[in-house]
Antibody, heavy 118, light 113 residues
Framework: QVQLQESGPGLVKPWETLSLTCSVS????????WNWIRQPPGKGLEWIGY???????NSAPSLKSRVTMSVDTSKNQFSLKLSSVTASDTAVYYC????????????WGQGALVTVSS | DIVMTQSPDSLAVSLGERATINCKSS????????????LAWYQQKPGQPPKLLIY???TRESGVPDRFSGSGSGTEFTLTISSLQAEDVAVYHC?????????FGQGTKLEIK
């Protein structure tokens, strides 16, 4: 059974960089797209972007200038950096798998709440 | 961006009754080359991540009860729960994977009447 687990600071100061890592177990990273999706408290889901197992990335235009994603298949991990955060970036951040050729989100992490506050 | 609009925003249905949630996309989600609609449905219970229910608009994910069904094509889609159970109380999200940025509907909150 594939499992994903987010880790990282739960509190980030305004204008600093949010950093999260997702650890993947129970299945290969090869052949999949590894995504970040966020959900502000009480609101809907927003796709942030993905990093393919070979390092190729794609992100939402609204966030592209602030997003950096990377993958380390030797450690079964991928990561997200979101720069210059503000209170509107406060959300639960999910790491999620997407299949190559399937394109729907089949495995989700439990989510990590990141609060932006001084 | 493809805009996904769900209706209603919230819904209260009696146990054992049918629940219907609609999802409309601003662009056609049907790829003619493979005749597949790039539309998925997810169920999200409080404090939990979303769970995949339906993909390709009408294919149930393994382990999902057969009271859940998806229908529709092109720009209009429906999630139907044929006989509502107490454990179906959740927020339901539709999502298009036709093109990036992948986008979700605003969610429909389903409650027991």
């Amino acid at each position: 059974q594939v499992q994903l687990q987010e880790s990282g600071p739960g509190l980030v100061k305004p204008w600093e960089t949010l950093s999260l890592t997702c650890s993947v177990s129970g299945g290969p990273m090869t052949g999949y797209y590894w995504n970040w999706i966020r959900q502000p408290p009480g609101k809907g889901l927003e796709w942030i972007g993905y990093v393919y197992y070979n390092g190729k990335t794609n992100s939402a235009p609204s966030l592209k200038s602030r997003v950096t994603m990377s993958v380390d298949t030797s450690k079964n991990q991928f990561s997200l950096k979101l720069s210059s955060v503000t209170a509107s970036d406060t959300a639960v951040y999910y790491c999620v798998r997407l299949g190559d050729g399937d394109y729907y989100f089949d495995y989700w992490g439990q989510g990590a709440l990141v609060t932006v506050s001084s | 961006d493809i805009v996904m609009t769900q209706s209603p925003d919230s819904l209260a249905v009696s146990l054992g009754e049918r629940a219907t949630i609609n999802c409309k996309s601003s662009q056609n989600l049907l790829y003619t080359s493979n005749n597949k609609d790039y539309l998925a449905w997810y169920q999200q219970k409080p404090g939990q991540p979303p769970k995949l229910l339906i993909y390709w608009a009408s294919t149930r994910e393994s382990g999902v009860p057969d009271r859940f069904s998806g229908s529709g094509s092109g720009t209009e889609f429906t999630l139907t729960i044929s006989s509502l159970q107490a454990e179906d109380v959740a927020v339901y999200h539709c999502q298009q994977y036709y093109d990036t940025p992948y986008t979700f509907g605003q969610g429909t909150k389903l409650e027991i009447k």
